[in-house]
């Protein structure tokens, strides 16, 4: 497969971000930061490995990065279960690099945002420990703690509910003799959100932030911060499963009460009084449905009309998807469908807790030609894409041994879980050892195709995924119909598994054919153009109306 590219000066054009804030230009980049660059041998990633490559995420084109949590945590969940929010775990590096890191970044046009972790601390946080040191103590209220209802054979749980990670979501704490709530481990206590008191120390520890430059949070399962009040049992629901009966349930009560979005509320009026007149903050939100379930609808009930709630919220449908025109088609349109008129929508693939597309959906023969296809598919969207790190030179799930996982999620549930670790392998940068993120031993093993798949061999290679994922960016963000036009699909053509969409902005049109399938396909589009951006064809040559679709061509056209 063939690849044409123009540079900016050949087309004569500039980027324009017209005025838009920066987070609707995108894309916003997720680092994980212990995976992405290893600066002091240790084998785990760090900040200033970041602020090494900020030259090559500018080149890229980025436009945010999202830094998984570098807090300092006792890593029972790698960095979820937080024991200082206004601080910077050793391992990563200090305050000062991070300092650095944000006016660096901000220097080339690039904002960051933190991953915000609301609903839960960890269990060696001081707040904590004050709160389990007695029942009458000051922050007692701060976290959920109950009473055991007493039967014939002793105590029992204060209701059914299960945590993510297995087992009930509540842990007998013996010196007070109660109860204490965690959706996730036990070493994951949950938050009392009810209290005031948690509200402003939260939305205080965000500011801090705010303060050194941050320009927006990604909020983790931001959904789960207000449980009933009443602890009401969840009811069940059958499905096929590994054994884990957190599942099994239908997380009614513990999780989506109406009270969230008032707190979301007061989250969003902090956010404004840092945006100026730019909309220069952002916050989204991880909105989790039960698990397997596509909840398009309540992803957008947290974004509102955009104005008072969250500016972005994550839909998983393309996630648990497959890669046919018509799913595709399906989900995409469900999700333009859900959302209110004033919402702006958000796209991603890949993250640190799924499987990577690259492995989910590209299997099997054509493998590098359908990373093509999910490219444009995902920048050629109305909204912001979200790029994982390491998807624009299309990594894939690393092999994990079991002696070598680190999630705690996959060494419980092995072997009928993978965990996470399989989309948390270190960045492939070159083909030396280690792929030239460590040189000391990587905290997880590195993938097997690094000396093939690496930055340094396809930045080399123009015909390459990456040199691919950059052209589509800067395609995407000169083209005002792509960066914030309307989109409309076609229906003709799903039968043939072709995916076709217009973006239109001002009397611009811009065209959208991905032929997703290994055979020659016809185009349904009755309409020929000039082309901009192809697998197969040359740019500023033209396509006709009844062209046929090489296999798996992508062709986006004026």
Same mark, same amino acid.
């Given at each position: @497969?063939?690849?044409?590219?123009?540079?900016?000066?050949?087309? !004569?054009?500039?980027?324009?971000?017209?005025?838009?804030?920066?987070?609707?230009?995108?894309?916003?980049?997720?680092?994980?930061?212990?995976? +992405?660059?290893?600066?002091?041998?240790?084998?785990?990633?760090?900040?200033?490995?970041?602020?090494?490559?900020?030259?090559?995420?500018?080149?890229?084109?980025?436009?945010?990065?999202?830094l998984?949590?570098?807090?300092?945590?006792?890593?029972?969940?790698?960095?979820?279960?937080?024991? $200082?929010?206004?601080?910077?775990d050793?391992?990563?590096?200090?305050?000062?690099? =991070?300092?650095?890191?944000?006016?660096?970044?901000?220097?080339?046009?690039?904002?960051?945002?933190?991953?915000?972790?609301?609903? /839960?601390?960890?269990?060696?946080?001081?707040?904590?420990?004050?709160?389990?040191? &007695?029942?009458?103590?000051?922050?007692?209220?701060?976290?959920?703690?109950?009473?055991?209802?007493?039967?014939?054979?002793?105590?029992?749980?204060?209701?059914?509910?299960?945590?993510? +990670?297995?087992g009930?979501?509540?842990?007998?704490?013996?010196?007070?003799?109660?109860?204490?709530?965690?959706l996730?481990?036990?070493?994951?206590?949950?938050?009392?959100?009810? %209290?005031?008191?948690?509200?402003?120390?939260?939305?205080?520890? @965000?500011? *801090?932030?705010?303060?050194?430059?941050?320009?927006?949070?990604?909020?983790?399962?931001?959904?789960?911060?207000?449980?009933d009040?009443?602890?009401? %049992?969840?009811?069940?629901?059958?499905?096929?499963?590994?054994?884990?009966?957190?599942?099994?349930? /239908?997380?009614?009560f513990?999780?989506?009460?109406?009270?969230?979005?008032?707190?979301?509320?007061?989250?969003? &009026?902090? @956010?404004?009084?840092?945006?100026?007149?730019?909309?220069?903050? @952002?916050?989204?939100?991880?909105?989790?449905?039960?698990?397997?379930?596509?909840?398009?609808?309540?992803?957008?009930?947290?974004? !509102?009309?955009?104005?008072?709630?969250?500016?972005?919220? *994550?839909?998983?449908?393309?996630?648990?998807?497959?890669?046919?025109?018509?799913?595709?088609? &399906?989900?995409?349109?469900?999700?333009?469908?859900?959302?209110?008129?004033?919402?702006w929508?958000? /796209?991603?693939?890949? %993250?640190?807790?799924?499987?990577?597309?690259?492995?989910?959906?590209?299997?099997?023969?054509? $493998?590098?030609?359908?990373?093509r296809?999910?490219?444009?598919?995902?920048?050629?969207?109305?909204?912001?894409?979200?790029?994982?790190?390491?998807?624009?030179?299309?990594?894939?799930?690393?092999?994990?041994?079991?002696?070598?996982?680190?999630?705690?999620? !996959?060494?419980?549930?092995?072997?009928?879980?993978?965990?996470?670790?399989?989309?948390?392998?270190?960045?492939?940068?070159t083909?030396?050892?280690?792929?030239?993120?460590?040189?000391?031993?990587?905290?997880?093993?590195?993938?097997?195709? =690094?000396?093939?798949? $690496?930055?340094?061999?396809?930045?080399?290679?123009?015909?390459?995924?990456?040199?691919?994922?950059?052209?589509?960016?800067?395609?995407?963000?000169?083209?005002?119909?792509?960066?914030?036009?309307?989109?409309?699909? =076609?229906?003709?053509?799903?039968?043939?598994?072709?995916?076709?969409?217009?973006?239109?902005?001002?009397?611009?049109?811009?065209?959208?054919?991905?032929?997703?399938?290994?055979?020659?396909?016809?185009?349904?589009?009755?309409?020929?153009?000039?082309?901009?951006?192809?697998t /197969?064809r040359?740019?500023? !040559?033209?396509?006709e109306?009844?062209?046929?679709?090489?296999?798996?061509?992508?062709?986006?056209?004026?």
């Open positions: @497969m063939e690849k044409y590219r123009l540079s900016l000066q050949e087309r !004569g054009m500039a980027i324009q971000y017209a005025e838009l804030p920066w987070w609707k230009t995108g894309p916003i980049y997720q680092i994980y930061p212990r995976s +992405f660059l290893d600066t002091n041998s240790d084998g785990v990633g760090d900040l200033e490995g970041i602020r090494r490559k900020l030259d090559y995420l500018q080149d890229l084109g980025v436009r945010g990065i999202w998984s949590p570098i807090y300092p945590s006792p890593l029972y969940d790698f960095g979820y279960d937080i024991t $200082n929010y206004h601080d910077i050793p391992v990563f590096g200090s305050l000062e690099t =991070f300092k650095l890191l944000v006016r660096e970044a901000e220097a080339r046009g690039i904002s960051l945002i933190m991953d915000m972790v609301l609903n /839960h601390t960890s269990h060696l946080h001081p707040w904590f420990i004050e709160s389990r040191s &007695s029942r009458d103590n000051p922050k007692r209220d701060w976290y959920i703690w109950k009473d055991g209802p007493r039967g014939p054979f002793g105590k029992g749980y204060p209701n059914n509910w299960m945590a993510a +990670f297995g009930h979501a509540w842990t007998w704490d013996k010196p007070t003799e109660q109860y204490y709530l965690h996730f481990t036990e070493e994951q206590p949950d938050l009392n959100w009810r %209290n005031p008191e948690v509200q402003e120390a939260m939305l205080a520890e @965000m500011q *801090f932030w705010l303060d050194l430059g941050v320009k927006g949070f990604r909020l983790d399962v931001i959904n789960y911060l207000v449980k009040a009443q602890f009401r %049992n969840n009811p069940y629901h059958f499905r096929m499963t590994y054994p884990r009966r957190h599942d099994l349930q /239908h997380h009614q513990d999780r989506n009460q109406p009270e969230t979005y008032e707190i979301v509320h007061r989250i969003r &009026s902090l @956010m404004d009084l840092y945006a100026g007149a730019s909309e220069d903050t @952002m916050l989204v939100g991880e909105v989790y449905p039960d698990e397997g379930v596509h909840a398009p609808d309540l992803a957008a009930t947290y974004i !509102g009309n955009g104005k008072d709630l969250l500016h972005l919220a *994550f839909d998983f449908s393309t996630i648990y998807t497959s890669l046919t025109a018509a799913d595709l088609h &399906s989900v995409l349109q469900t999700w333009y469908g859900v959302l209110s008129p004033g919402a929508p958000c /796209h991603v693939l890949s %993250n640190h807790d799924q499987s990577r597309a690259a492995s989910r959906l590209c299997a099997g023969a054509d $493998n590098e030609a359908k990373k296809v999910l490219a444009a598919l995902l920048l050629t969207q109305r909204g912001t894409p979200f790029l994982y790190y390491g998807e624009e030179i299309g990594m894939e799930d690393g092999v994990i041994a079991r002696k070598d996982l680190q999630d705690p999620l !996959g060494k419980k549930y092995y072997p009928f879980h993978p965990g996470r670790d399989r989309s948390r392998t270190p960045m492939q940068w083909g030396d050892s280690a792929a030239g993120f460590t040189e000391g031993k990587p905290w997880l093993p590195i993938n097997r195709d =690094f000396r093939k798949r $690496n930055v340094e061999a396809q930045q080399r290679d123009p015909s390459s995924l990456l040199h691919w994922y950059r052209d589509l960016i800067t395609l995407r963000q000169e083209e005002p119909a792509l960066l914030d036009g309307s989109i409309e699909f =076609f229906e003709t053509g799903l039968q043939e598994n072709v995916l076709a969409y217009v973006r239109r902005k001002a009397g611009s049109e811009v065209l959208v054919v991905l032929n997703v399938s290994g055979q020659t396909r016809p185009n349904p589009i009755r309409r020929g153009g000039t082309v901009l951006l192809s /197969h040359k740019p500023q !040559g033209t396509i109306h009844d062209t046929r679709l090489a296999p798996w061509e992508c062709t986006v056209y004026r």
